[in-house]
C-alpha cells in the first residue's frame, strides 16, 4: 500500500487512539509489525498548541517513519494552519479526523459529527490538502460509515474527499450513534473501496489473524487497521502479518517474552511521561497486558495503589518471576528478534 511517497508493505497498522496510541505504544507497535501508525488526534485549535498535553503528543523522538499526526477540528482555515504547524514538528503524513464519536468532540462539529454536513467536509479536505501540497506531504481521512444507520453516506464523503486530493481513506465499519456497541459490518466498506482509485483501509472488530484475512478478502481493502485488540497485545500485528504470509500461526509466547514486552514497554512510558503521570497512566497497560490471566485480579487491585515508577516495575517484574510459566498461555507474541523462547 502507498501512502504519498511511503511504501507499505505490511497491512496491519495502527488505529489512533485517544490515551492509547501514544510515541512509547507506537514504537513498540511499529517494532512487533505495524510500519504505520496514527497519532492521538491533536486539536486544531492554535490556542492549544502550546499546552504540555498536546506537546507531548507532537513528540515524536526515536519514533521510525513514517511520523502520521491526526488532527480534528471543523473550521478549513484552522485545520490547513494545524497541518502545517504538524508538519514543522515532523509530521510526514496528516491525517484528519472524522471518525471520534465522542460527545465532546461532536458537539464542537468535529470528527464524526462533520458527516451531517459534506459540504463541510469537502472544504476541510479541500484546505488541508492544498495546504500540505506545497510541501509534498500527503494527506488522509479516516472517517465512519454514517452518522446513524438511516444516513449511511461514506461513499459520498469518500468520493468528495478522493476528489479533494485525499491519499487514502480509513472506514470504520459502524455509525457515529452505534459508538463501539454491537458488530461492525463491512459491506459498506467493500462498497467504499469499489468505488475508489485510492488506498482504502479497513477498521472495525479486527481481533485476530482469522479476522483480518477475512476482511481483507471481503472488502478488498488495502489494509486493515487495529485499535483495542491490541491493548495489551502489540504483538498482534505481527501475528497477523506472519498469518497472511504463510497461512499459519505464531506460536504462543513464553512468559520470558511477554515480561519483555511489558517491562521495555513500561520503561520507555516512564521516560515519555515522567514519575507522577507515568505510573498513573501505566496502570491501563498492564492491566490490559493481563486481563486474561489467571488470578491477575487481586494483583491488579494492589498495583494501582503504587505511586513510584520504580516499584511499579519491579512489582510487574516480581508478578511474573513468581508463576508458573507453563500454568496457562497468554496471547502469542513475536519480538522483532526475540531473545529466547525460554522463560524466564
Not at 507497535?29 to 498548541?49: D, F, H, I, Q
Not at 468528495?160 to 456497541?181: K, N
Not at 516495575?313 to 525460554?342: E, I, K, Y
Request: aromatic share 8%.
Amino acid at each position: 500500500m502507498r501512502i504519498g511517497s511511503w511504501q507499505l508493505t505490511n497491512p496491519a497498522v495502527v488505529a489512533p487512539m485517544a490515551g492509547v496510541t501514544d510515541r512509547p505504544y507506537r514504537r513498540l507497535c511499529k517494532a512487533l509489525g505495524a510500519e504505520y501508525a496514527v497519532t492521538e488526534m491533536a486539536a486544531s485549535n492554535p490556542r492549544l498548541w502550546d499546552s504540555v498535553k498536546t506537546a507531548r503528543r507532537l513528540d515524536h523522538t526515536g519514533e521510525p517513519d513514517p511520523i502520521a499526526v491526526q488532527i480534528t477540528g471543523s473550521d478549513p482555515v484552522m485545520m490547513a494552519e494545524a497541518a502545517l504547524f504538524n508538519i514543522e514538528k515532523g509530521a510526514h503524513i496528516i491525517d484528519i479526523n472524522m471518525g471520534c464519536p465522542v460527545k465532546k468532540v461532536c458537539n464542537v462539529l468535529s470528527g464524526s459529527a462533520l458527516l451531517k454536513d459534506e459540504d463541510l467536509v469537502a472544504r476541510i479536505v479541500e484546505s488541508v490538502v492544498n495546504a500540505c501540497l506545497p510541501h509534498q506531504i500527503p494527506v488522509t481521512l479516516k472517517t465512519r460509515t454514517g452518522w446513524d444507520r438511516d444516513s449511511k453516506n461514506a461513499i459520498r464523503v469518500a468520493k468528495r474527499a478522493e476528489d479533494a486530493g485525499i491519499a487514502a481513506f480509513t472506514l470504520h465499519g459502524r455509525t457515529r450513534c452505534d459508538f463501539y456497541q454491537g458488530e461492525a459490518e463491512y459491506d459498506t466498506i467493500r462498497d467504499v473501496k469499489a468505488a475508489l482509485r485510492i488506498p482504502v483501509i479497513a477498521n472495525g472488530d479486527i481481533d485476530s489473524p482469522k479476522k483480518a484475512r477475512y476482511v481483507l478478502d471481503y472488502t478488498k481493502a488495502d489494509a486493515v487497521m487495529v485499535g483495542r485488540a491490541a491493548q495489551g497485545r502489540p504483538w498482534i500485528f505481527r501475528e497477523i502479518n506472519h498469518f497472511l504470509q504463510h497461512n499459519t500461526f505464531l506460536d504462543p509466547p513464553t512468559y520470558g517474552e511477554m515480561k519483555h514486552v511489558l517491562l521495555e514497554h513500561l520503561e520507555d512510558h516512564y521516560d515519555f511521561y515522567g514519575e507522577f503521570i507515568g505510573v498513573r497512566s501505566a496502570r491501563k497497560h498492564i492491566s490490559w497486558y493481563l486481563a486474561d490471566t489467571p488470578n491477575a485480579a487481586e494483583w491488579l487491585a494492589t498495583i494501582n495503589k503504587i505511586e513510584c515508577t520504580k516499584q511499579q516495575l519491579q512489582a510487574v517484574a516480581s508478578w511474573f518471576d513468581q508463576h508458573d510459566p507453563s500454568s496457562f498461555l497468554v496471547q502469542p507474541t513475536a519480538m522483532t528478534a526475540p531473545p529466547s523462547r525460554r522463560p524466564l
